[in-house]
């Protein structure tokens, strides 16, 4: 019999704010994340736009010498897995160590590091102009090794890489983990900072990024008829999972319990997902059969929604390949319209947006939806959040090279 994984703590850094609550109030309101690009100059760039991490100092987070020697997306990781720490309240204590996982990941790794030290040998040709730190800063593994050393746990420490699902199969794999017995708890989830000239550059050139650089906070429009693409991101989401005798025995404050997970690969392409949205429906079948509830138990989805031309019909056509007459009745929507598109974190961070959103049986809105694709006909949230009670809700993610996951949680009760 496998056993129950619960949600202690959640940490969330993102373009709406530095913690939990501020990045949640943000998105109930509907506030869009999306600004001129400041970290780097983007003149020469078609995409002059993107959803930055507003006046980050990771000193407040740690000491100064250390954050030199990290990567913005480890630093990102860092302050998020120490808000996920202090919510749970869970302590480590020295039998724990090896009973205690990290699977935190990142899509892309340290590639501000990479670029900015790439920069220093084409311009000096100097080999020993190189930091001796590039190595731990640009690994995709460096985050999770940072909260492994920062905890203690001596247990499995690994990232999955699944592109734009990472943080949603880095959270998928920690919840087999415990379930299985491998572990009684783990932090797990994702961080990312791409906004480098060259990732937005080659997103831009796929043809997959918003160019409405004259009207930032309305570029990103999910599902609807006259979207133009995803808005580069970045950002960390980091949630304590714990097997739920283990957090009932120290009195943790229980926030949400995950009961399903699923996880495909669509083999048709390294960049399009499938047309008939085969994988992607599949990821959401095995979800809702690994949580043993039927489509009608779901009563939110976060849906991936990248606003890109082929991902939102994609999804809603999986949404009804698996939910059928149902698809209509549920009530979806991409709070990717606020914060953008932060590659893999996004995946993590949107888990802890479902566990905030049946605490306070709201569902966040979808905005800038003005008038629907004709390919895209479900109730998608548009513009408003909306009060509605909820016991059960999913979250999509699905990435480039045919990734496909969908996780489920539910309200916990004793």
Not at 20 to 43: H, L, M, Y
Not at 215 to 234: I, M, Q, W, Y
Not at 262 to 279: N, Q, R, V, W
């Amino acid at each position: 019999m496998t056993r129950r994984v619960v949600v202690t703590g959640i940490g969330i850094i993102s373009p709406l704010g530095q913690n939990v609550e501020d990045t949640w109030t943000a998105i109930k309101a509907g506030k869009s994340g999306v600004g001129p690009i400041t970290r780097f100059d983007a003149q020469n760039h078609l995409v002059k736009i993107a959803a930055e991490v507003k006046d980050w100092d990771p000193s407040v987070y740690m000491p100064a010498k250390e954050a030199r020697r990290r990567d913005r997306y480890q630093q990102f990781i860092c302050a998020a897995a120490q808000e996920a720490l202090a919510q749970s309240g869970l302590e480590l204590r020295e039998e724990q160590y090896s009973r205690t996982g990290v699977i935190v990941g990142s899509a892309v790794g340290g590639v501000e590091s990479y670029f900015e030290q790439a920069q220093v040998l084409f311009e000096t040709h100097d080999p020993r102009r190189i930091t001796p730190f590039g190595i731990p800063m640009l690994m995709v593994n460096g985050g999770s090794d940072i909260v492994s050393i920062m905890t203690g746990a001596t247990g499995p420490s690994y990232t999955p890489i699944s592109a734009c699902a990472t943080g949603a199969d880095c959270i998928g794999h920690a919840f087999d983990l415990i379930r299985l017995g491998r572990i009684d708890q783990a932090l797990a989830g994702c961080g990312e900072a791409p906004i480098i000239p060259i990732g937005v550059a080659a997103f831009d050139r796929v043809g997959a990024c918003s160019r409405e650089n004259d009207n930032p906070s309305g570029a990103s429009r999910p599902f609807d008829k006259n979207r133009t693409g995803l808005v580069f991101s970045e950002g960390a989401g980091v949630v304590v999972l714990e097997e739920l005798e283990t957090a009932k025995a120290r009195g943790a404050e229980i926030l949400a319990e995950i009961v399903g997970y699923g996880s495909s690969s669509d083999a048709f392409h390294t960049t399009a997902p499938h047309p008939e949205a085969i994988g992607a429906a599949l990821a959401l079948d095995q979800a809702l059969k690994d949580a043993q509830l039927d489509p009608a138990d779901i009563q939110y989805i976060n849906a991936h929604g990248t606003a890109t031309a082929i991902n939102d019909p994609m999804e809603t056509k999986a949404v009804k390949k698996v939910f059928g007459e149902y698809a209509y009745k549920v009530p979806m929507s991409s709070t990717k319209s606020m914060t953008g598109h932060a590659m893999g974190a996004t995946a993590a961070i949107e888990v802890g947006f479902c566990i905030l959103a049946m605490r306070d049986g709201i569902a966040p809105p979808t905005i800038n939806l003005t008038e629907s694709d004709p390919d895209c006909d479900l109730d998608y949230i548009p513009n408003q959040s909306r009060e509605l009670s909820m016991t059960n809700v999913m979250t999509n993610a699905f990435g480039f090279g045919g990734h496909n996951v969908s996780l489920i949680l539910s309200r916990f009760d004793a």
